[in-house]
């Protein structure tokens, strides 16, 4: 990380991040392969991956890769995870976390006897303290610039992830055998039950030992002792923390095997080996019972960065799995070796494509805005865009929920996305443009990836329905290093783009359609949607949450904010050396199903 640059606003990136032409879209059931009657227990399965594995902390800021996260799924466990339908499962058998009160919302973690890191030092408490203050940013008194760079004062630990809820807790106190953390919010935060303790994967008694510390108690006294950070009364940088941070965020960054305890596991697998931007290898971790035991002795992951030869070593049997970059003639590839025993995994993940227009400009009148959206031909860009990359690709029909959950249906059906027609196939939908427009030829400029296929092709079927109805579009399209800039400095009408949901929770709600936020570039601003996004950022109950995301949903339609397409597909594959691979929207894509991933002789 560049040095000044502190992690909120990077989380915040990497949270919301910008999906281009590998949106992942929403989770229908996953979709397993067969069992075998050939599959054992025991044996080897490789794995490709795109990019190498560079560092044993996937949530720093120069951790946080798509392979690193993989690799830490497979290598530490922690209170839950999320399901293929974004369900929230908790593992009782790492330990449990209970809500004691609801005002102030009190939340207390403990972990189960036995749980413990691979060099058999148990999992405690101290862990969890590491966590909340390397993920919380409570301590950083940073002033920082319009850029995000550090002007003045400290910022210690630079996580790769929003810190806005964790921020609003009391000090964390842990109990007196160590084995429980409880936790106060000043607020209420409706994502309580993932932002701390899903996986647990830094090892705090490592890092007390490289800062000079003692042990990990010693540790947790250095995280009790020193005050709040506050911007407003800067004070010199403690020592002793900033080594424990400087650790905390770069100490674990190694392409090539480490020191064994910078390496240590609490999940299935253990990291054995690394061979630097060659390969990894995983062998089971025999001491853990803690969550369900994989069936492989070890796992080989080699990288190739190229889809097609990803797809190239699957077919020639030097490669097991793979999640190749998704694009239709890929698709068209792997089905075509399912004779040859390649089971391909196809489905939603977590990433949708969108209309978004611009509040400011030549659609400020709001007349305006629903006349354009009623020209966007969505029915037409699921049959030529979606459906060769998933031949069930539907149009989506709300910007706050997916498919797969239970509240889709009802917001789908009252939000008023449905009485856009779809466009060029449906004249009623011109004509309403046409009526609305009355006699106006407004320009308007469309900004997309001229690099991705998909949204090329998505924009020349919007600009000639628009054109229809009187629109002159002006093709503002930009290669993929330039449109995210233009995208973030409002020189639009019209994007194309795409989000990535977090799989559960609702803080990226906020973070999208408050007036002035970080990830708010067409300029929406409506009162009453604020309040309900600040109501929605402080309700830790779900079904409350729910009913405040349909209001939203609603009322960002109703303004026209833009039009949802459809979610984008994510696919991976595994030949006939393997069984139990699945289909997952996840991050960690087919690695969610790894426990039960078996050789195949």
Not at 6 to 24: E, Y
Request: glycine share 6%; hydrophobic share 40%; charged share 20%.
């Amino acid at each position: 990380m560049r040095p000044g640059r502190i992690s909120k606003v990077l989380a915040a990136a990497a949270a919301l991040a910008v999906v281009l032409s590998a949106c992942t879209g929403t989770p229908p059931a996953p979709n397993p392969t067969s069992a075998s009657p050939t599959a054992t227990v025991g044996g080897n399965v490789t794995v490709l991956e795109a990019a190498p594995f560079t560092s044993f902390n996937a949530a720093s800021v120069t951790g946080k890769t798509a392979t690193n996260t993989r690799i830490d799924a497979a290598t530490h466990s922690g209170f839950n995870t999320v399901d293929s339908d974004l369900k929230i499962v908790k593992n009782e058998q790492f330990g449990k976390y209970e809500k004691v009160k609801d005002n102030p919302l009190t939340i207390k973690y403990t972990i189960n006897d036995g749980v413990q890191w691979s060099d058999g030092e148990p999992v405690t408490a101290d862990d969890l303290m590491l966590q909340w203050a390397a993920l919380s940013g409570w301590y950083n008194d940073a002033v920082l610039d319009k850029n995000f760079a550090v002007t003045s004062g400290t910022a210690y630990f630079h996580s790769a992830g929003d810190h806005s809820g964790l921020a609003q807790t009391e000090r964390p106190v842990i109990s007196d055998d160590g084995k429980s953390l409880t936790l106060v919010y000043t607020k209420p935060f409706s994502d309580w039950e993932t932002v701390l303790g899903s996986t647990v994967s830094i090892p705090a008694h490592i890092v007390a030992v490289r800062a000079g510390l003692a042990d990990a108690p010693a540790l947790s006294r250095v995280l009790e002792s020193v005050p709040k950070g506050d911007p407003a009364k800067q004070t010199r940088p403690d020592p002793t923390l900033r080594k424990v941070a400087d650790f905390w965020n770069t100490g674990f960054d190694s392409r090539s095997m480490p020191d064994p305890t910078l390496a240590l596991s609490n999940g299935p697998y253990l990291v054995k080996g690394i061979t630097a931007d060659k390969e990894l290898v995983l062998t089971r971790n025999v001491d853990y019972v803690w969550g369900a035991v994989p069936k492989l002795d070890t796992l080989t992951v080699k990288y190739q960065a190229d889809p097609d030869k990803q797809i190239a070593a699957l077919e020639a049997g030097t490669a097991d799995v793979i999640s190749p970059a998704m694009s239709a003639e890929r698709v068209s590839a792997l089905n075509a070796l399912q004779p040859a025993g390649v089971q391909v995994q196809l489905g939603s993940g977590l990433g949708f494509d969108q209309v978004v227009l611009n509040f400011k400009g030549a659609l400020a009148a709001p007349d305006l805005r629903q006349a354009f959206l009623h020209t966007v031909p969505r029915q037409p860009i699921i049959d030529e865009v979606a459906k060769p990359l998933d031949a069930n690709a539907e149009v989506l029909n709300s910007f706050v929920f997916a498919p797969v959950q239970v509240p889709y249906k009802e917001s789908s059906a009252s939000n008023g996305s449905k009485d856009f027609a779809p466009g060029a196939v449906d004249p009623d939908g011109i004509t309403q443009a046409k009526e609305l427009l009355k006699g106006a030829k407004p320009t308007v400029r469309v900004l997309y990836n001229k690099d991705d296929a998909e949204r090329v092709a998505q924009y020349q079927l919007i600009a000639a329905s628009a054109a229809e109805a009187g629109f002159s579009v002006t093709d503002a399209g930009r290669n993929a290093k330039e449109w995210v800039a233009a995208l973030k400095s409002g020189a639009f009408d019209v994007a194309l783009y795409g989000w990535s949901r977090n799989p559960a929770g609702s803080a990226q709600v906020p973070q999208i359609f408050r007036t002035g936020a970080a990830s708010n570039f067409n300029n929406f601003s409506n009162t009453v949607v604020d309040q309900l996004t600040d109501q929605l950022a402080l309700e830790p109950d779900e079904a409350k949450q729910n009913a405040l995301k349909m209001q939203i949903d609603k009322l960002v339609i109703e303004a026209g904010y833009g039009l949802p397409l459809f979610q984008r597909a994510t696919v991976s594959a595994s030949g006939e050396h393997v069984s139990g691979v699945a289909h997952s929207p996840l991050e960690i894509g087919p690695w969610q199903s790894i426990a039960q991933w078996a050789s195949v002789k």
